[in-house]
């Protein structure tokens, strides 16, 4: 697949000092590389009332990605340590 990123992914990145939590996320990003869409991988849930928009649990912290199946795209949000501000508006 086709990996995207986004500068607001890309800052959120850099703001996590946890080295086991960007490990993590490398080796995520490694697998949606190689991967044919995103049933492949596990602990993969759509976000309510935004279609398109998935979370992938890694640990305490969720990946929110834009996956556009006709184009095997993905759009890598964020990455953010799980809370109540975790799932915001994404247009």
């Known amino acids: 697949m086709y990996i995207a990123r986004t500068e607001e992914f890309e800052k959120s990145v850099r703001k996590i000092k946890d080295s086991l939590a960007k490990k993590r996320l490398d080796l995520l990003i490694e697998k949606l590389k190689n991967a044919n869409n995103l049933k492949e991988i596990s ?5 309510d009332n935004y279609p398109f928009i998935y979370r992938i649990r890694t640990g305490n912290y969720r ?9 095997i795209t993905i759009l890598l949000l964020e990455y953010v340590k799980r809370n109540e501000k975790t799932y915001r508006n994404y247009k």
């Open 43 to 47: 602990n993969v849930k759509p976000v």
């Open 63 to 71: 990946l929110i990605v834009e996956y556009l199946d006709g184009a």
